[in-house]
């Protein structure tokens, strides 16, 4: 699943037109993104179940439990090497870093949860709500992943490349706001997670702990 130049060139030109009415500053001349293909269904099912579960992590969830619980699933192929790292360390061995990066990984799992068609919303001037939990296998409870893995659609590859190349040119203008020592309208964390989660999923050959952010 791939979008031809001619098609990445429009969705540019479509998402300037919509910064255009918002403000925010942005550039015409931020390239659009090389051709990549898409990861199909499962790919995305197993990254959001795996991402759910670490996620537990930074909210007190023994390390051992949710690795026990990511193999028991059978989504431990899904994990990345930092992740793998994390998940060999007892909870008082994490760092500050890795329990504040996990705890970022919800706003890379809504975006995903978004190209899932599980909900309509992915507003860069909102944190995730609070209706999202409910939306997930509860681990506390020792829910199954019945609530992902029988997940049957997501969003199209243009629908999918749109609000990525959104969020890369929202991230400029975080970047840039930064870079002048002035503060953005928007939060830049939430930016980077969601853009990093939708490059990720539009580039099936990307590493998940080598995601390409530049701006």
């Known amino acids: 699943m791939t ?4 098609t ?3 969705v540019k030109e479509e998402n300037l037109a919509k910064l255009a009415k918002l403000p925010y500053r942005y550039i015409d001349w931020l390239p659009i993104h ?5 990861r199909e269904l499962q790919s995305l099912i197993d990254r959001m179940s795996v991402m759910n579960a670490l996620i537990n992590i930074s909210f007190g969830a023994p390390t051992d439990y949710i690795k026990s619980w990511i193999a028991q699933e059978g989504y431990t192929h899904a994990l990345s090497t ?3 790292d994390i998940l060999e360390k007892a909870n008082d061995d994490l760092t500050e870093y890795e329990t ?26 909102q944190w995730i709500p609070d209706t999202m939990a409910s939306l997930l296998p509860n681990l506390a409870e020792e829910e199954e992943n019945d609530k992902l893995s029988l997940l049957s659609d997501m969003r199209s ?12 040119r929202l991230h400029w203008y975080c970047v ?11 939060n830049e964390g939430i930016v980077y ?5 939708l490059e990720w999923l539009l580039d099936d050959e990307s590493d998940w702990d080598e995601i390409e952010m530049s701006t």
């Open 8 to 10: 990445r060139l429009a």
């Open 82 to 84: 930092w992740e793998k």
């Open 176 to 186: 840039d706001e930064r870079i002048k020592g002035q503060e953005a309208l928007i």
């Open 157 to 168: 590859v243009r629908d999918i490349y749109t609000m990525m190349d959104y969020y890369y």
């Open 3 to 6: 979008l031809n130049q001619e």
């Open 34 to 38: 090389d051709e990549t293909n898409m």
């Open 193 to 197: 997670e969601r853009r990093r989660a």
């Open 100 to 125: 504040n990066s996990l705890r970022w990984y919800l706003e890379g799992l809504w975006a995903l949860m978004w190209a899932a068609k599980m909900t309509d919303i992915l507003d860069e001037t």
